[in-house]
């Protein structure tokens, strides 16, 4: 849990996570687009969230594609939300929803 | 344009077997996955369900194990029962189960979605919930978590 902490305390490894919840499964140059970091800071941010396991990278053929995974943030979320049985019901039937496929 | 992929991975503190059975077993899903099981017999070829546990007539999920290797690796089609037919809104979710140092790396691939289909902004929010608990059930025994985490050494 330190590690995820760790990862989100940057603004630019959080911009990183936000470049990929707007698209999943960007190599590191597409990452690196507009972005003001030089290739080496960019791949040194995406280690740390890899290692937070709040990045997940594939590889596809030579490219390597970054994923985010938020089940970790769902894992620290739960810790102190969790105790709220009320607020736990509510998730879960949101859940419910979006896994029958009704969008909101 | 590609279809959009999702990947979704935790670790938990548990056994390949244990993680297999919390998946397919309906004891276990209805604890952690909103009273629901996945019906199936697991062999390649068969129908699966994802259904309400205590009324099997409300059936969310339909699909085909597309491969099946206890307790390691788990391939299904995913669709809506209304969409069931049409191949475009046909998605895929591999389960890839892994001993990693005392415990077990769980794998989610969720791929050939529907781009911007309601499908998709389901599954984007429903995994990381359902993982978590999933995880939080295999540590702790118990599926709503107190506030303390009963294991002294946290995965991540």
New interface residues.
Partial sequence: MDAVFKALADASRRQLLDRLHAENGQTLGELCKGLDMTRQAVTKHLAILEGANLVVARRRGREKLHYINPVPINEIAERWIGKYERHRLKALSELKRALEGSNE | MSR????????INSTPGRVWQAMTDPAFTRKYW?NHRNASDWKVGSEWR?EDYDDASLV??VGQVVESSPPSHLVLTWA?PKDAKDPDKVSRVSFDIEACGDGVRL?VTHSELEPD???L???S?????????L??LLETGEP????L?KKAK?W?
Avoid: A, E
Wanted: charged share 10%.
């Fill in positions: 959009p992929i999702f990947i979704y991975v935790t670790y909103v994802h969310d999920i809506s794998t289909s309601p499908m902004s389901g599954i929010r429903g995994w990381p919930l359902v993982l978590s608990s995880k939080t709503l978590p107190g506030t985490v946290q991540s």
